[in-house]
């Protein structure tokens, strides 16, 4: 008799429609293998948020990491994604406002700039267009449930999908740890950091002059204060306003509150290019910003043949655009997998390597989310001590160190691992500018200097 666990997969059923659940979907597919994406929602024919995803009005970037894993996965979807109007964004063209001044702009790593419904609608064409994927949209999962031939996967209509390989890529609100616990399978206690941020974001068109070719805008919450913004430009020459704040600073739903929000930030940049456009939405809040990890990777018997990704796997708060660069690492491993002969049995060890791809990510927001004083977990005196460190390398890149700034780049693009930060180079750069001082610090951005101009004959106070 042949040992089903040993056979390899074939029938693969993807629980989740959003970005990670159809790259996951991409690289599992084949021949000999099938994967049907089950979805909660019905997949709209227009780019348009999901009743299921709160946060889909909200700005969504593709780091450049992640957009170079998604191109290995569905080669061509740069272009398509560009043809169906997401805009390129050089990073290292931002400007941003840190809580100790104006980094200097310069050439960068490129990332996407899209709202979330265009990404998802390139990416499930690009997806559904392969010749191994089916989906099931307007379905709902109800339960798993294992027996010696594989996954029965329950939905709420009363019918069942077969499988050999079941992948959880549901997002934050995933069911798995309630469906496992059924199966009499022990899950230890998700981890969380929460910082109490709230989003709230505004989409405005018809930018000014002043702006053409601005890369974008980011004014940085900080512990001190714990409000910012961001501009990003997106498709149909709309740029997405997104406010930030923590704790009982946490932006208004309101439209004219919403724009009071903005000109009190520390810099009125954000401010002066909201009265020069035209809103094209409401404000839409988003508030789910808890860093949420579940350890699958420490339970002892994991289930043949069940792998979790993306945010089920482990969410971050968004505003470090991280969520779909960890998820189209996470299917590229898949891939790797399937390439290999993925047999239900190896899914324990699977499952251990994408959890990996979560601990340079997971570093990075927690450790910026316990700086604050909202957070529930405050830093242990190492993350204390990496944070100094981090703010020291943040001054040398304000006064123009090229090693401090392209490095910082490289560990928020997921290139490198934080350890890059410790180079020798960096901490004989510190040393040497706190002995002969920094030098002459990046002066605001003339553009942004126009653009109050600009604000002002147009006739705002």
Known sequence: MVDEREVPVSRIVVIGGSSTGLLAAAALAGPGRDVTVVERDVF??????????????????????????????LPGLRQDLLLAGAVPVNGGQLLWLTERGWLPTRSGYEVLSATRPLLEQVIRRRTLDLAHVTSRSGARVVGLDRDDSGWAVQLDDGSTLEADLVVDASGRGSRLPHWLADLGVPVPAARTVDARVGYATRIYRDGPPALAGCAGIVIAATPERPVGALALPAENGSWIVSAIGLGEQRPPRDNDAFESFLADLADPALSDLVAQCQPVTDVAVYRQTANLRHPYERVLRWPHGLLVAGDALCAFNPVYGQGITVGALQALELRRAARRGLRPSGCGRLQRQLATTVNTPWSIATSTDRSF????????????????????????????????SDSMSRVYNLLDPPLLLLHPALVAAAVSSRLLGHGPVTPRPAVLDQLGRASVTAGRP
């Not at 889909?56 to 998604?70: D, K, P």
């Not at 005196?381 to 401090?404: F, P, Y």
């Open 44 to 73: 709209p024919d227009a780019a348009r948020p999901r009743a299921g995803v709160p946060q889909g009005n909200q700005a969504h970037v593709f780091l450049y990491r992640g957009l170079g894993a998604a191109e290995e996965l």
């Open 373 to 404: 004083p909202t957070a529930d977990v405050g830093q242990s005196r190492l993350q204390a001590l990496l944070g100094a460190w981090s703010g020291e390398l943040a001054t040398l890149s304000i006064h123009g160190n090229r090693r401090a």
